[in-house]
């Protein structure tokens, strides 16, 4: 169409297809596990990355070409930007997208007239989703940017910045429920810490405490019916960032009585950066009945960053499809691409490049996950290594059925724990690598 010529829809060609414009795993109605790919994936595409990444970084100036955008901080130059992303999703099949409130639209001088540029821009998306019916996965505040928030937004020692804040989150969920939006992100932005001897850091947890539910209680009240979810990030741009990882994230929500309106938003980079793997932050997620979403990226192990580059890695994603389809698959969530393209690609295409890279790297996970699942062959090992808690003490231990005594009990009579089974973490390696073709 009008901005990227030199790309027709992107079709599914299979596997052995040449043409880097193609699919080759992504065929959205194919069926896996009786579910079609595009239902289990339910792809997203993020406005910031796509639209207004221009490719600047501490050390140079942007790079990016983007013909459509004059520049200029205008509501005109906002709305410009609208039906180009939405040409892009139409072209990748993508059926979400996410946004924040000020990728979308510019600040004002003032709180309404911020507001009043942001219903400006959101018309236009109206229409575009109308157009394409292309859907909102979820919205979100950018409560970071601003200088105003420079201690942080509910976590500040300024309780105008608090105020500022929730009058600015007030507004992202009632946009967002005008365009229908599925769900509603919290990140924290600069909800942390640089210095402990500045912080008051119980006040500012209670007052996060207090923000959520102000959030939550709003919803309910204007019937917002979008989930909530809490996404982790351990540094960056604070030293402490309240929410560090599931563990972290998962203890505030039920510290402070939020678990049943909050659910975890979880971003592979922002796992890296606290030391673990993704699939660990979400089956800690899942196995607590809180795996919402996924920021769906990749960082780089040589990098200390949030470098949110497109996910390539077929380990990786099968990795992370065999937690999502353990707990059930995406209801409200999906996967959104929190991911941007390097400086140097610069050009439009590399949009496109980019999306089916990572579109194609998760079809390709499902898929591989779907047979080793079929299989069973990785599961009946996992099973088979905890059989001790079958039958017998295991059994009646996990029943709550034997207290310390008991215990105590059957160790004296038995002398010494039964011989052990060997691990065989290569052996599970050489399984799951099986796998992957
Ligand atoms: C920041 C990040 C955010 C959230 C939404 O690292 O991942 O874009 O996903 O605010
Ligand atoms: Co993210």
Not at 84 to 99: A, G, I, R, T
Not at 107 to 136: H, S
Not at 294 to 313: C, E, I, Y
Request: glycine letters at 8%.
């Amino acid at each position: 169409m009008a901005y990227f010529p030199e790309v027709e829809k992107i079709q599914y060609e299979g596997p052995d297809s040449d043409n880097n414009l193609a699919f080759r795993y992504y065929n959205p109605d194919e069926l896996v596990e009786g579910k079609a790919m595009k239902d289990h994936l339910r792809f997203s595409a993020a406005f910031w990355h796509c639209m207004r990444a221009n490719g600047s970084d501490p050390f140079g100036a942007p790079t990016m070409y983007m013909p459509w955008d004059d520049g200029s901080n205008s509501v005109a130059n906002a709305q410009k930007r609208v039906p180009v992303f939405f040409e892009m999703l139409e072209k990748l099949q993508m059926p979400y997208f996410c946004f924040h409130d000020r990728d979308i639209a510019p600040e004002g001088d003032t709180l309404k007239e911020t507001n009043a540029n942001l219903d400006e821009v959101v018309k236009v998306f109206k229409d575009e989703m109308a157009r394409t019916g292309k859907k909102l996965l979820w919205g979100t505040a950018n409560l970071f940017g601003n200088p105003r928030f420079m201690h942080g937004a509910a976590t500040s020692c300024h309780a105008d910045s608090f105020a500022y804040a929730a009058a600015q989150v007030k507004k992202a969920i009632e946009v967002t429920k005008e365009l229908g939006g599925e769900g509603y992100v919290f990140w924290g932005g600069r909800e942390g810490y640089m210095s402990w001897l500045n912080t008051d850091m119980k006040r500012e947890l209670d007052h996060l405490a207090i923000f959520m539910h102000m959030a939550v209680d709003y919803a309910k009240e204007i019937g917002f019916k979008g989930q909530f979810y809490f996404e982790p990030k351990p540094k960056e741009p604070t030293k402490h960032q309240y929410d560090f990882d599931s563990a972290a994230c998962i203890n505030f929500l039920r510290a402070n009585g939020l678990e049943n309106d909050v659910k975890m938003n979880i971003e592979t980079n922002h796992a890296t950066l606290a030391g673990h793997a993704v699939e660990h932050e979400l089956d800690y997620a899942g196995s607590q009945g809180m795996l919402g979403s996924v920021d769906a990226n990749n960082g780089d192990m040589l990098l200390g960053w949030d470098t949110d580059q497109f996910p390539t890695d077929v380990y990786l994603t099968t990795k992370m499809m065999l937690v999502i389809l353990k707990y059930g698959g995406f209801t409200t969530g999906g996967l959104n691409f929190d991911a941007k393209r390097r400086r140097e690609s610069f050009q439009p295409l590399d949009l496109f490049y980019a999306h089916i890279g990572g579109m194609d790297t998760f079809a390709r996970g499902l898929k591989i996950a779907a047979e080793i699942r079929k299989s069973g062959e990785l599961e009946n090992m996992v099973k088979e290594r905890y059989s001790s808690w079958d039958s017998g003490i295991g059994a009646d231990i996990e029943a709550g059925k034997v207290c310390f005594n008991c215990l105590e009990k059957y160790m004296l009579e038995k002398g010494e724990v039964a011989p052990l089974s060997s691990g065989r973490q290569e052996l599970y390696e050489n399984v799951f690598n099986k796998y992957i073709k």
